[in-house]
């Protein structure tokens, strides 16, 4: 038989456009599978020219998912460049808005994204493996996680004014203070959204008791892996140093964010949008890293609030207490961190300096470049900024969540297709497992390319010569 | 008056009124971009343009004159149509990213005008050619994607400032704004008043601290009275949250119109000072939080029979009713009782007020018809600005400018003369002036020589003053503190003699009314042992600070640290000129209100309140009719 | 009667007008009894069905070949085609990157960027797609229905949806009209 190429385009339930290609050799087996990454839109060369202060405003469009992690990345690198520090309670007010953010990010993703196939099952009808499938099949359910993510979104609209691309960050602290009906009517969701937690908790441990043989061989292997902890190594997703820990959990480097260029490098491969980073002292690809809430759990050592720790320990000592490697519980781990933000919403809530008008420090004194480090939904999101006396961008560079777990989803869609697709008949069902390798992840790909893409889904199998044997359309 | 019809109403309208005011009368309002109440009309985005029976062609309704018995109709297919697709040419001609953008949501008036006509997307798409941003200026950046030709800018920096610093450059789709010749804003003539940004209708200019900080939904508006200097100008201070996010000039204000300078505009926004929020009382050595009443009994204790050895000072930036209750304390108990300003900006105007037993100066608006300006003892370009706003915007109308300085002075390059006396000799100078002028034959060598100012200049000067019909003297005093005293008297002693208008400018905003006060003496804190310093919110300089290193007791009322602060014995922490209320007497002798913009931290008080409870624990006996004690003595401007 | 079919898809965008979408909350369970949602960006249906559908929906304006391929295609098969928020409807954010020449834009992320390798190149496979001129989607196919918003409140795209379901071209003025 001669050698066959299958290509998978668009990967659906992701955000932002993937495409992949498989190649069989001639006994019919995978030989290997890539994930191209075909979105381009050049960020880190249309904003030179604008203000640094502008920035928070312009970069959140990068990504209609998490524009506050990248609105708040930018004004961290906003106060690095001014020099200047927000007063605690704008730090609070930001971390508030992330917290927000996370629960509605991982929450719709782990109902509503990645959910279905667990959900209603990875071979289940196109149609309806999805959010519309959940209504019909579960329409209690579905209403608890559309509830989940709306009370997200509302604490971000709460607290800044709008619920996507929100005016609220500025160099120095924020515009916007909390009042106390605002903080009382968050505060009042609070409870409900939590059990909704612990029941995807719950939904998901039953499923993970049952799929066992799968989470063991669905794309589980070694790598690095990378997140912000607190100072004795506690979960953290707003302040704190980037922390590399090794395959085994040993930490390789602890590291404030302006150093990232000490540590990380980027490498370009022809055939993809997405650039691979990796830990620069291990080379690539001994160097990747995973990010994210299955790499943030393994960089961490504990959790520091009561509900998502007792959760986490549970977790971790899945394997004997060594760091967790199967791709399939990056849907566990999110979970976990979904419960920690709604934690840390009521801790600072309970702040008292939550109430304050003290949100904006003034004055300046001009760096010429500066580095904002916030943990996105999906992983470590680094925004670097070089500006002029005038406080004009000249040049910056961006590495996006997403981009760092790169590699991994590459290896994770070619060590599916290998593992799932054996004989010569290829189902539907087999390459939904490989689109869950990507899926699992949450990649935000329009981030993390900062760019474009897009993708439709088909099959093609070709022979060696490239003729086409055979198609297969899904509902195209 | 002429009758015209406009949407079917019948109206008269006064003959030279433009359709779009008629229409305006009517209560009709014509879609406008580049009109501006305060501007001339311009006519240059044809956005109001309307029907006109008889007329072959839409006509721009901000520039034309009604006439008698024409029909208007300004809301029909063929207008709408043409508004539509003049916003559509807009959008094009340059790269609108809405998205982003400071003023979006609300604050734009080209997004507006697009929502206004129902515009859900662009008939023609730009062109993506990039425009520079220009980020040059401390306060300011100038969005070139963003601009709409529209001239408001360029119109108010020359119409209302009269800087003319703005202007525009090449033609067609390569018009641009520039400054000055084309050079970067930060490095041109620009004062930074920010008048330009107060007008431009989108995001073009935009001001650095404000920018995201609320649209006009989120903050609150609050019309109050700058304190930056004596003339007092009407502001809106903009506030969110309760801080303070923008000042504008309040268009309705009677001095100023609108029209405000860097000092009131964007001073205050870089004020950065740490705020003392809670009484202090040194106690072994060092400053230890105390309590309202302990704080101000051990004030009144040491204040206690200290007649004659204790002396109290005062902030003009503090409003009349805590002057007028200073006033009542200290008066007669303290050796050395006086303002801050030490009375230099204001002792020879109140002194000839007595002389001659009554006001004597102009009011601002007499410049409006001034065809000569002659300004003498004072850079007003410094610390007056806004004055020589009013004196630099009638030039065009053929005003004339004199300035008498002996050094470089801000209105040199606007003025048809600068005389440039050595130091000491201005007084001398006006003298043989008044002399000239009265004589025709006076001899001008003596004072050249005195002075150190070329003949043919004086004779310029003489026979521009004599060529002018209405005249107008601007002085100082700053200029004269190192003894060219009488200086004022000299300048009255001319506007006399040729019938001009006198205006003083005085020094800063309750200038005059300390004044009035008699507290208008250098301050002199030898063998005081009490010291009461009620600063305000004012950062006092290096000079102020040395007077007062030696006073064994010193109380310092004060919003801000400062090394006064750290040196006192008690301090006593009180609002800020955007927290407090009173009443401001300007130069012009205008008594104003100023509002609070701001709601103070607990500890806090008012200057007033302080002073009040100080009489009270002193036993000291007040009230509260200070405009009786105000016009007491007589006044250089009639006080109203 | 038959339910309308709708299909969405996103091309140069942020994929923020899809979560506006989603930003219904409740309202999504009465959205999917007045509509037949078929291939969106979020279901498993990857294109709309070759008979046609009712309603398509494009987020994202056109910055690449591949969009205007999706452009083309969803044009061909949905009877009434809207644009949905500003990159749709003007170009958007994205379209900003129009200032520079797309060499410029490829060389700065992939050769010049201070964490890349040395000598790093810019991705030239022929499964990748090539960047274009950022256009809004009516300067490549004709659009029936615009949407601008950045993104649009969820209020206005129920609005938009529910009024197509029941057969209306939706009317945008006064507060369901805004461009930020």
């Not at chain 1, 997403?402 to 994770?412: Q, S, V």
């Amino acid at each position: 038989m001669a050698t066959q190429k299958i290509t998978i385009e668009p990967v659906t339930r992701i955000e932002g456009h993937a495409k992949i290609t498989i190649n069989l050799n001639e006994a019919g087996r995978v030989d290997h599978a890539y994930l191209h990454i075909n979105e381009f839109r050049g960020f880190e060369k249309f904003c030179e020219g604008r203000m640094v202060f502008e920035m928070p405003y312009i970069t959140p469009r990068i990504c209609g998912i998490c524009p506050v992690s990248h609105h708040l990345a930018s004004a961290k690198a906003g106060d690095a460049v001014l020099g200047v520090t927000p007063p605690r309670p704008a730090s609070l007010l930001r971390e508030l808005l992330h917290m927000g953010q996370i629960v509605q990010s991982h929450g719709m993703h782990f109902f509503e994204l990645g959910g279905p196939d667990l959900l209603l099952g990875f071979d289940a009808d196109p149609a309806i493996r999805n959010v519309v499938g959940l209504i019909q099949a579960n329409p209690e359910l579905t209403l608890k996680a559309v509830t989940l993510r709306k009370w997200g979104q509302e604490i971000i609209h709460i607290v800044s004014g709008r619920r996507i691309h929100p005016t609220f960050a500025v160099p120095g602290g924020v515009n916007k203070a909390l009042c106390k009906e605002d903080r009382d009517l968050i505060l009042s969701g609070l409870d409900t959204n939590i059990q909704t937690i612990k029941t995807g908790i719950d939904i998901f441990r039953s499923w993970a008791v049952t799929n066992k043989a799968d989470i063991d061989k669905f794309a589980v292997f070694p790598t690095g892996y990378m997140g912000l902890v607190t100072p004795d190594n506690g979960l953290e997703l707003y302040n704190g140093n980037i922390r590399m820990v090794d395959s085994s959990g040993k930490q390789l480097e602890c590291f404030p964010a302006k150093d990232y260029l000490t540590y990380i490098s980027e490498h370009v491969e022809n055939w993809s949008y997405l650039k691979f980073p990796y830990y620069k002292k291990m080379g690539y690809p001994a160097g990747v890293y995973r990010v994210g809430p299955l790499g943030r759990l393994n960089t961490a050592e504990k959790i520091d609030t009561p509900l998502a720790d007792e959760e986490y320990k549970r977790y971790r000592s899945m394997y004997g207490g060594k760091p967790i490697e199967n791709t399939l519980h990056y849907h566990y781990a999110r979970l976990i961190e979904t419960l920690f933000a709604a934690e840390r919403v009521h801790m600072l809530l309970d702040d008292p300096d939550i109430l304050s008008t003290d949100i904006l420090n003034t004055h300046q004194n001009p760096q010429p470049e500066g580095v904002g480090v916030i943990e996105a939904p999906r992983g470590t999101l680094i925004h670097h900024y070089w500006a002029n006396e005038n406080g004009q961008i000249t040049k910056l560079n961006l590495i996006v969540s997403t981009g760092h777990n790169n590699w991994a989803m590459c290896n994770a869609v070619d060590s599916v297709a290998k593992t799932y697709i054996t004989g010569p008949e290829i189902t539907e069902g087999q390459l939904n497992r490989v689109e869950a390798a990507v899926r699992a992840h949450d990649p935000c790909l329009s981030c993390s390319t900062h760019a474009i893409g897009q993708m439709p889904m088909v099959v093609d199998v070709m022979d060696a010569k490239g003729n086409l044997i055979k198609e297969i359309r899904r509902n195209a | 008056m002429l009758n015209i019809t406009i949407d079917g109403k019948q109206i008269e309208i006064a003959e030279g009124t433009t359709v779009l005011i008629a229409a305006r009368a009517a209560g009709i309002e014509i879609p406008t971009l580049c009109d501006h109440p305060q501007l001339t009309p311009y006519g240059g985005c044809r956005l109001c343009l309307v029907e006109v029976d008889g007329m072959r062609t839409l006509q721009p309704s901000c520039t034309l004159p009604v006439m008698d018995n024409m029909v208007v109709r300004t809301d029909t297919e063929k207008t709408r149509d043409a508004r539509k697709f003049i916003l559509n040419m807009l959008f094009s001609e340059r790269n609108h990213f809405c998205p982003y953008c400071q003023v979006s949501g609300g604050d734009c008036e080209l997004q507006n005008a697009a929502y206004h006509e129902g515009m859900t997307h662009w008939l023609l798409q730009p062109n993506w050619k990039p425009y520079p941003v220009d980020a040059s200026h401390p306060y300011l950046i100038l969005e070139h994607n963003r601009c709409i030709l529209c001239r408001r800018c360029v119109r108010a920096c020359g119409e209302l400032v009269g800087n003319f610093t703005l202007g525009f450059e090449d033609r067609g789709a390569n018009s641009t704004l520039v400054a000055d010749l084309g050079i970067p804003l930060g490095e041109s003539s620009c004062i930074g008043c920010g008048t330009c940004v107060q007008v431009c209708p989108t995001g073009a200019l935009i001001e650095r601290w404000s920018a995201y900080q609320g649209r006009e939904t989120e903050v609150e508006h609050h019309k109050t009275i700058c304190v930056g200097c004596s003339l007092g100008c009407g502001i809106d201070v903009l506030t969110r949250d309760n801080r303070l996010t923008r000042i504008e000039g309040d268009w309705d204000a009677p001095v100023n119109s609108g029209v405000i300078c860097e000092v009131g505009r964007f001073h205050p926004m870089g004020e950065d000072r740490e705020r003392i929020l809670t009484p202090l009382v040194r106690k072994n050595g060092s400053l230890k939080a105390a309590t309202w009443d302990e704080a101000l009994t051990i004030v009144a204790e040491q204040f206690k029979g200290k007649k004659g050895k204790a002396s109290g000072f005062i902030s003009t930036r503090l409003p009349i009713e805590a002057l007028d209750i200073f006033h009542q304390i200290f008066k007669g108990l303290g050796a050395n009782v006086t303002s801050l300003e030490e009375g230099m900006a204001t002792k020879s105007s109140s002194q000839l007020a007595e002389e001659i037993k009554s006001p004597y100066e102009a009011r601002m608006d007499s410049l409006t018809k001034a065809d000569c300006v002659f300004v003498l003892g004072e850079d007003i370009t410094k610390d007056h600005q806004v004055i020589s706003f009013f004196v630099k915007r009638i030039i065009p109308n053929g005003c004339k400018v004199i300035t008498l300085d002996s050094a470089a002075n801000g209105l040199d390059n606007f003025a048809a003369i600068s005389l440039k006396a050595k130091e000491g000799t201005e007084t001398e100078v006006v003298n043989t002036l008044t002399t000239a002028l009265k004589t025709d034959k006076a001899d001008l060598s003596d004072i050249s020589k005195l002075a150190c100012i070329n003949t043919d200049m004086l004779k310029t000067a003489i026979q521009i003053l004599k060529s002018s019909k209405k005249i107008m003297v601007i002085c100082g005093q700053t200029k004269v503190k190192k003894g060219s005293s009488g200086l004022l008297k000299a300048a009255y002693g001319m506007a006399k003699q040729i019938g001009a208008a006198l205006i003083d400018v005085k020094g800063g905003a309750n200038s005059l009314a300390a004044s009035q006060y008699h507290l208008d003496e250098p301050i002199n804190v030898e063998g005081t042992e009490f010291c009461f310093l009620a600063l305000g919110d004012e950062r006092p300089s290096q000079q102020l600070i040395k007077k007062f290193e030696k006073v064994t007791f010193l109380v310092v009322q004060s919003s801000y640290v400062s090394p006064l602060t750290a040196n006192a014995q008690v301090v006593l922490p009180v609002q800020t000129w955007l927290e407090q209320e009173g009443t401001y007497l300007n130069s012009e002798g205008r008594l104003q209100k100023a509002t609070s913009a701001l709601q103070s931290a607990d500890g806090v008080r008012s200057s007033l309140d302080v002073l009040t409870g100080l009489a009270e624990k002193s036993g000291i006996k007040i009230n509260t009719n200070w405009k009786t004690r105000l016009t007491e003595r007589v006044s250089p401007v009639t006080i109203e | 009667m038959t339910k309308p079919k709708v299909s969405s898809d996103w091309l140069a965008g942020c994929a923020g007008c899809h979560m506006s979408l989603l930003d219904i909350d409740e309202r999504i369970v009465k959205l999917v009894e007045l509509v037949d949602l078929r291939s969106t960006p979020i279901t498993d249906l990857k294109h709309p069905d070759e008979g046609g559908v009712d309603v398509g929906i494009l987020e994202g304006g056109i910055n690449n070949t591949t969009n205007e391929e999706v452009a083309k295609m969803m044009r061909k098969r949905c009877k009434i085609l809207v644009s949905l928020g500003d990159c749709a409807v003007f170009g958007g954010v994205p379209a900003m990157r129009n200032f520079f020449t797309i060499e410029e834009s490829l060389r700065r992320a992939y050769v010049e960027a201070e964490s890349n390798e040395p000598n790093s190149k810019i991705p030239t496979d022929p499964e990748l797609c090539k960047p274009t001129l950022v256009r809004a989607v009516h300067e490549v196919v004709p659009v029936d229905v615009f949407v601008p918003g950045c993104p649009p409140d969820a209020d206005i795209i129920f609005y938009v949806l529910s009024e197509l379901a029941q057969g209306r071209i939706p009317d945008l003025k006064k507060d369901k009209l805004m461009w930020n």
